[in-house]
């Protein structure tokens, strides 16, 4: 009874991230066809500069703790208000590190007006420091309804007010007025929901006990930020920020579902497995359970998107950002098992060998400056080949190791999810056969080809019994139908 009980609310967490995260991305997702046909790549390229720098930083603030208090299994308050106050300090110290650091950044990218882009975006950072407790409070809370309602609400009002300055002609800073309310909006709603608010309380035992599994965290994290934005940095280095523009749009298209779902499998997985540390078979059978249902969703969405990416990007924002398509295109074939890379990687949290994990990145940023040493002679689409063929060996190392503490190996886990490919790309190759048969407005076949795709997968599903299939669908009827 424990068992469903658990598996019933994780899937209900499950179900709100995917939503929530569903709504706002979508909402997301119209503002930024709005804009990007307002504004010009270059402004754009502009933005996914600073934005690396503030990305990097970000990674800084919470130290890992934010995940040290969420596996902790009764924190105190000392422990929320160590953290917040060490937050705060943090982000104080690097937006000024930021500020002062803006000539030098602008100057290494070779370009000019980059300055004010930074230091404005980069308040985001303190804000970031004032609200994390608040987050990791109601994810432990598994209390994603409300994320993902503030979430929500400040991507509409920071989106209106995004397009509203586009529309006016603001160029590029409607991009960091959109950034900048959409950080600031989300912090004012989580104070207000949360209602938490610090003391003036600092306790080396608490951070002694959090440090000892955040701090690894935190060398991870800086790491894994590092890397996630060394294509983008080298792109905008020694490319042009148009090239970049195309390159980000790419991978925010790719991301919007894979690495969407990722971050939800992340949130919902890390909390809701981790009263089951203790038991290898439980943990082991949840685990399993979660990659077939991410696989059955992520598999079609990726290998689709593949096949239609030409008609998508030139229907929605116009052959001005066709160079977007071929990177797309490569990245999707990535993007098919990102989601398996976030619940390998919580297994190993969740038995709290952050060790592990830290060992494991630096393996694979190894393995990444090596895709990019060969990959850069070949310009863009030579890294962006490398970050793919780097992300499939990636999921390797990390599956290995989730081997070691839950006894489920690599060929189980692909035996596990094969099919849901093998159909999903029998699925994208009728999809793709349609642009030679039909000869409709690009809208149209968009259409056409969407309901096509959805039919012959889910139909697929029902005729191979699909576990996973069936097993989403009793969940769905116990949430809906109250069964």
Wanted: net charge positive; glycine share 8%.
């Amino acid at each position: 009874m424990e068992q469903e009980s658990l598996g019933l609310k994780s899937f209900k967490g499950v179900l709100w991230n995917v939503f929530g995260q569903a709504a706002r991305q979508g909402m997301g997702f119209a503002m930024g066809i709005i804009l990007a046909r307002m504004i010009a790549p270059e402004s754009y390229g502009l933005i996914a500069m600073a934005m690396v720098v503030v990305a990097i930083t970000g990674s800084l603030i919470d130290g890992g703790f934010g995940a040290a208090l969420i596996r902790k299994k009764n924190p105190a308050q000392n422990d929320y208000h160590t953290v917040f106050w060490f937050n705060i300090v943090t982000a104080l110290f690097l937006y000024f590190v930021i500020f002062f650091s803006a000539p030098a950044i602008e100057g290494f990218y070779e370009t000019e007006d980059l300055v004010p882009v930074i230091r404005y975006l980069s308040l985001g950072i303190i804000i970031q420091g004032f609200v994390t407790i608040q987050n990791v409070q109601l994810t432990k809370k598994l209390n994603f309804k409300a994320l993902n309602m503030i979430a929500l609400i400040s991507v509409f009002l920071s989106g209106v007010l995004g397009v509203s300055m586009a529309f006016m002609g603001y160029g590029v800073w409607a991009l960091i007025a959109q950034q900048l309310s959409n950080n600031l909006l989300t912090g004012i709603l989580l104070l207000f929901y949360n209602r938490w608010l610090p003391a003036w309380v600092l306790s080396r035992r608490s951070f002694s006990e959090l440090f000892g599994f955040g701090s690894k965290l935190l060398i991870s994290g800086i790491l894994n930020s590092v890397f996630k934005n060394l294509y983008p940095l080298l792109i905008g280095k020694w490319f042009s920020p148009a090239m970049l523009a195309y390159y980000t749009r790419a991978d925010s298209y790719q991301s919007l579902f894979s690495q969407n779902l990722t971050t939800v499998v992340q949130k919902v997985s890390f909390p809701s497995l981790t009263p089951l540390q203790d038991d290898n078979l439980r943990l082991k059978n949840a685990y399993r359970q979660m990659i077939r249902m991410v696989m059955l969703v992520n598999a079609p969405a990726m290998l689709g998107l593949m096949v239609v990416a030409e008609p998508l990007i030139v229907f929605m924002i116009t052959d001005v950002w066709l160079p977007v398509v071929p990177y797309l295109q490569i990245l999707c074939l990535a993007g098919i098992l990102y989601p398996l890379h976030a619940i390998n990687l919580n297994v190993i949290n969740v038995k709290g060998r952050s060790d592990i994990f830290l060992k494991l990145e630096i393996v694979k940023k190894v393995l990444i400056i090596l895709a990019i040493c060969a990959g850069l002679p070949w310009g863009v689409m030579g890294l962006v080949v490398a970050q793919v063929i780097a992300s499939f060996i990636s999921y390797f190392l990390n599956a290995y190791f989730s081997l070691r503490l839950v006894e489920y190996s690599v060929k189980e886990q692909l035996r596990d999810v094969l099919s849901y490919i093998l159909l999903a790309g029998f699925m994208a190759l009728c999809v793709w056969s349609l642009t030679f048969w039909i000869t409709v407005p690009q809208g149209m076949l968009l259409l056409i080809q969407g309901i096509t795709g959805v039919c012959i997968y889910l139909t697929g599903c029902y005729i191979m019994k699909f576990s996973a299939f069936f097993q989403l669908i009793t969940l769905f009827k116990k949430v809906f139908l109250k069964k």
